[in-house]
């Protein structure tokens, strides 16, 4: 099994600044992408960030130009700096990674536990 686990949240004033962490661990032949979710009470997930071998960063709209995801590969770990929060990005964050146990196997979606956000006014 791949396991995550994420930390870095916490209480934030607005216009702070929180970077979270997330480590895979476990049985992991390759990392194929990592990405940030996140859902707020009463609201559906939503993609946050996520980084792919390969390619470009992708962001939601909402968070373009404030968030920053990068990825420590030798570590299976991927990092998301949060600057410029707002109350707005009071959430819980999911750390999800695209693994493979076995290199004949396709890739599964893993989830971490949840890390909370909260961002005063």
């Known amino acids: 099994q791949v396991q995550l686990v994420e930390s870095g949240g916490g209480l934030v004033q607005a216009g702070g600044s929180l970077r979270l962490s997330c480590v895979a661990s476990?049985?992991?032949?390759?990392?194929?992408?990592m990405t940030w979710y996140r859902q707020a009470p009463g609201k559906q997930r939503e993609l946050v960030a996520s980084?792919?071998?390969?390619?470009?960063?992708n962001y939601v709209d909402s968070v373009k130009g404030r968030f920053t995801i990068s990825r420590d590969n030798a570590k299976n770990t991927v990092y998301l700096q949060m600057n410029s929060l707002k109350p707005e990005d009071t959430a819980s964050y999911y750390c999800?990674?695209?693994?493979?146990?076995?290199?004949?196997?396709?890739?599964?979606?893993?989830w971490g536990q949840g890390t909370q956000v909260t961002v005063s006014s």
């Open positions: 999800n990674a695209l693994a493979r146990r076995w290199s004949w196997e396709k890739a599964y979606d893993y």
């Open positions: 980084i792919a071998s390969g390619s470009s960063p």
């Open positions: 476990g049985r992991i032949f390759s990392i194929d992408a």
